[in-house]
């Protein structure tokens, strides 16, 4: 079992930036695509940024590409998110997941709790 742990999220204005964090309960983390994915009310969750566990491979969002960076620290199980320049369409629940596989599916193995990103115009 897998435990994800996000933080980071609160209120920004547009144009601002924030960074996500998602810490790992497992020392297998590093064997593990990780992922974020996002909810916005009334909408589906979709898929933002993923990367391979070895760190070299990523994948974007068209929507967020050149905002948002994806990185993790293997030596410290943690995944994170940074995101500039904040859009109001950018406000949703953020997601952490672990899979086994990269790119990350629709469906990963396990999911973090969630953490509110709100961006005011």
């Known amino acids: 079992q897998v435990q994800l742990v996000e933080s980071g999220g609160g209120s920004v204005q547009a144009g601002g930036s924030l960074r996500l964090s998602c810490a790992a309960s497992?020392?297998?983390?590093?064997?593990?695509?990780m992922g974020w994915f996002r909810q916005a009310p009334g909408k589906e969750r979709e898929s933002v940024a993923a990367?391979?566990?070895?760190?070299?491979?990523?994948y974007y969002a068209d929507s967020v590409k050149g905002r948002f960076t994806i990185s993790r620290n293997n030596a410290k199980n943690t995944v994170y998110l940074q995101m500039n320049t904040l859009r109001p369409e950018d406000t949703a629940v953020y997601y952490c997941?672990?899979?086994?596989?990269?790119?990350?599916?629709?469906?990963?193995?396990?999911w973090g709790q969630g953490t509110q990103v709100t961006v005011s115009s």
């Open positions: 997941a672990a899979d086994r596989g990269f790119p990350i599916t629709t469906t990963p193995h396990y």
């Open positions: 990367i391979s566990w070895s760190g070299d491979n990523t």
């Open positions: 497992r020392r297998t983390f590093s064997t593990y695509a």
